[in-house]
């Protein structure tokens, strides 16, 4: 059985441009959670979906961060525009609900903005 | 809203010998799991262990086991016999038990811990 699945496994960007990360949930899974990593904030929620609905997104630092889950099996999470500070690991995760709360995690995006 | 505590930046153990991981957590919940994820230097973050607040009995996978001492808060991963694979950032994270198990993680700021041969 396939893991999650993210994409790109690295992008470099120039700030002021769209970046788009995509992520596809292991099959069967009903919640989405999108995560970062820095090395001053450790790694931090941004936004989790139940069954393709947004469930809480006050994790999201900034108006330019969106999350969307179209269905079952694609996520992605878009920054417009982007800025040296986004620079960091973004992990997508999916559980299954009453799966005792166990997450999967996705091998990651490492962001990097000049 | 909850907190992680691990207060250990970094660890050093001789191979073969047993090391203990400390994590303190703060809530409000009774109902709540908590867990223990490995990162090795590839990134994938890799469940080690999990525990539910409800289980008096402390969970066990193997050399990896915890101290869950619930009225204390507390969550220690202690490895035993430990290998050179177990180099790694080890984090704590708390999950609330509420709605179906589906909220997000709060994860601690980790502890790197190193192996020596």
């Known amino acids: 059985d396939a893991g999650v699945i993210q994409s790109p496994r690295h992008e470099v960007t120039e700030m002021g441009q769209e970046v788009t990360l995509r992520c596809k949930p292991i099959?069967?899974?009903?919640?989405l959670f999108w995560y970062r990593q820095t090395m001053m904030r450790g790694l931090e929620l941004l936004i989790y979906?139940?069954?393709?609905?947004?469930?809480?997104d006050s994790g999201m630092p900034e108006d330019r961060f969106s999350a969307k889950m179209p269905n079952a099996s694609f996520s992605t999470l878009k920054i417009q525009p982007s800025e040296p500070r986004d620079s960091a690991v973004y992990f997508c995760?999916?559980?299954?609900?009453?799966?005792?709360?166990?997450?999967?995690f996705g091998p990651g995006t490492r962001l990097t903005v000049t | 809203a909850q907190t992680v505590t691990q207060s250990q930046p970094e660890m050093s153990v001789q191979e073969a010998e047993t090391v203990t991981l400390s994590c303190t957590y703060d809530t409000s919940e009774s109902d709540y799991y908590l867990f223990w994820y490995k990162q090795p230097p590839s990134r994938q973050m890799i469940l080690v262990i999990r525990q539910e607040a409800y289980k008096q009995q402390n969970a066990t996978e193997n050399r990896f086991s915890v101290n869950f001492q619930k009225a204390a808060k507390s969550f220690s991963l202690k490895i035993s016999d430990s290998q050179l694979g177990d180099a790694a950032m080890y984090f704590c994270?708390?999950?609330?038990?509420?709605?179906?198990?589906?909220?997000?993680?709060?994860f601690g700021k980790g502890t790197h811990l190193i192996i020596q041969p």
């Open positions: 994270a708390y999950r609330s038990g509420g709605g179906g198990g589906a909220d997000g993680l709060t």
């Open positions: 099959s069967g899974h009903n919640s």
């Open positions: 995760a999916s559980s299954r609900t009453g799966n005792r709360g166990e997450q999967y």
């Open positions: 979906f139940n069954n393709n609905v947004p469930i809480d």
